[in-house]
């Protein structure tokens, strides 16, 4: 015979809680027939683990119970792998009969008369377990394997609680393990919070994941995951939620009305933005105040954030708020002068080149406005007044500083708009402070249309000298001698254009 006794399990599972007195018990059976025998309990770790009698004497054919006790009170388990265990010796006792000192000589003899029983594991069970193994566990721990025991210890309730723990941080192995277990992945709190908010907010795309692969579902009444994510700047987890769930509503709105797009504009998260209106969020969106994206985004001083809202819009700009107050006066109110060209000063400099309106132009430029700043279409307010003929805009907008040799979205400079509108004085203007006739464009070089000067009254010009025998010159554009005067070098300067233009047309 090789074993005296026998436990009846092979595992015993002591539940621990925080602070608490922890105790488990098991039985060890005696398998003799007519003799006693002796018992003696000990585990790998004396220390932690601790029994109310470590040595026993069970009679011929009987049962008894023992309790194996946590030995000190512990905020955390005491968790190892391998896990510790009991080791259970026994030894034969005719008499039946035996002092607890007489048994500790017994066992602490060597030899052939004490038999190495069982060895029986000793697994730490409960919710308490699984807290601590949420967090990050020493690396020496087989985390699968103490889950794997501790979990099976745990009710419904028990573990959907343990759920929203490990997705607040973002332990996306327990995630899985809690649910596959039988916790509840769409359970919401007292506040309605669900656990996939919990996910998001933790910020682990791989818990996010694991919820969706698992048949999370999400109420766009309630949830405001987007809205999260764009506080977090996180475009990869809206992404995957905007991937995992096809009817989320880009433009759900919190308790103010307000959009993940005004979110990510309050912070000037660009990516984000570009994000949200690539999947078809507005970006004119209102609040229940009248507040726009672009609203924040001026309020807020994001110069980015602005430029991209306008791109999105042509209206915004001019939107107001319940107070009456468009982007522009927000942007006044806080002092963000970085911005007053492009949400206004800009177009009305535009309004006022168009016009003629030279004092009004020096109003704006005065104000901040930027004499190289862009319609929607790449028009600078040079390529209006070169349009427009209006020869005093010009030379205000190029004693500003205006930039002649700026293209617009077709390719055209200034100059070439000049042209194409037949105002000669204008083109000479601008060749003057630099405009270049073969500037590329788009579609790479853009030729002059020269025919329109052909006719014009002041095509064919005398030179200034009244020389006989001088021929008139032929001159394919308007050249009035007012501008250059009447010198001959002026006029030589004259042919000098007249020839470098017809060099690239």
């Not at 959009?259 to 004119?284: M, R």
């Not at 617009?408 to 405009?435: F, N, S």
Request: proline share 6%.
């Amino acid at each position: 015979m090789d074993k005296l006794v026998k436990p009846n399990v092979k595992e015993v599972n002591l539940n621990f809680t925080a602070v608490q007195k922890c105790t488990a018990t098991f039985s060890l059976s005696n398998l003799m027939h007519t003799m006693s025998v002796a018992v003696s309990l000990t585990t790998t770790n004396p220390s932690l683990f601790s029994f109310s009698q470590p040595f026993s004497i069970i009679p011929p054919l009987s049962t008894l119970p023992f309790t194996l006790s946590l030995s000190q009170l512990s905020d955390h388990p005491p968790l190892s792998t391998p896990p510790d265990a009991i080791l259970v010796r026994s030894s034969m006792l005719p008499t039946g009969k035996a002092h607890q000192e007489d048994l500790r000589r017994l066992f602490s003899r060597p030899g052939r008369h004490v038999f190495r029983d069982a060895t029986i594991s000793i697994s730490l069970v409960g919710p308490h377990v699984i807290e601590s193994l949420i967090s990050p566990p020493p690396k020496n721990l087989d985390t699968a394997f103490l889950v794997s025991r501790a979990i099976a210890w745990c009710d419904e309730p028990q573990l959907t609680s343990l759920l929203r723990s490990a997705t607040v941080s973002g332990n996306s192995y327990i995630t899985s393990a809690l649910i596959d277990a039988g916790a509840d992945l769409n359970n919401r709190d007292s506040e309605g919070q669900s656990v996939m908010t919990l996910a998001v907010r933790s910020g682990n795309i791989d818990v996010v994941q694991v919820l969706i692969d698992s048949g999370c579902t999400v109420d766009n009444s309630i949830d405001r995951l987007l809205h999260v994510a764009a506080a977090m700047d996180r475009v990869d987890l809206m992404e995957t939620l905007c991937l995992g769930f096809g009817d989320i509503d880009v433009n759900s709105v919190d308790s103010h009305g307000r959009t993940a797009i005004h979110v990510a504009a309050i912070h000037g998260l660009i990516e984000v933005l570009q994000f949200l209106v690539s999947v078809g969020a507005d970006s004119d969106f209102a609040d229940c105040y009248g507040w726009t994206p672009l609203h924040f985004a001026a309020f807020e001083g994001h110069v980015e954030t602005v430029e991209f809202l306008l791109k999105c819009s042509t209206f915004v700009k001019y939107a107001v708020t319940k107070d009456g107050k468009t982007a522009f006066a927000l942007a006044v109110e806080k002092g963000h002068s970085h911005l007053y060209d492009i949400l206004q000063l800009g177009d009305v400099l535009h309004r006022a080149a168009r016009r003629d309106d030279v004092d009004g132009m020096k109003s704006c430029i005065a104000e901040g406005a930027k004499v190289n700043s862009r319609d929607q279409n790449g028009w600078t307010p040079l390529h209006r007044a070169a349009f427009k003929g209006w020869i005093e805009s010009v030379k205000l907008l190029l004693n500003h500083g205006a930039q002649v040799n700026l293209v617009d979205d077709t390719g055209y400079t200034p100059l070439h708009r000049a042209v194409d509108a037949g105002h000669v004085q204008v083109a000479v203007c601008l060749i003057a402070h630099g405009a270049r006739a073969n500037m590329k464009g788009l579609k790479d070089v853009v030729p002059f249309k020269l025919d329109c000067f052909k006719n014009h009254p002041s095509s064919h010009v005398t030179p200034p000298c009244q020389e006989s025998s001088m021929r008139q010159w032929p001159l394919p554009f308007t050249v009035p001698f007012t501008v250059f005067g009447a010198c001959p070098s002026h006029f030589h300067f004259i042919l000098f254009i007249q020839h470098w233009l017809l060099m690239f047309t």
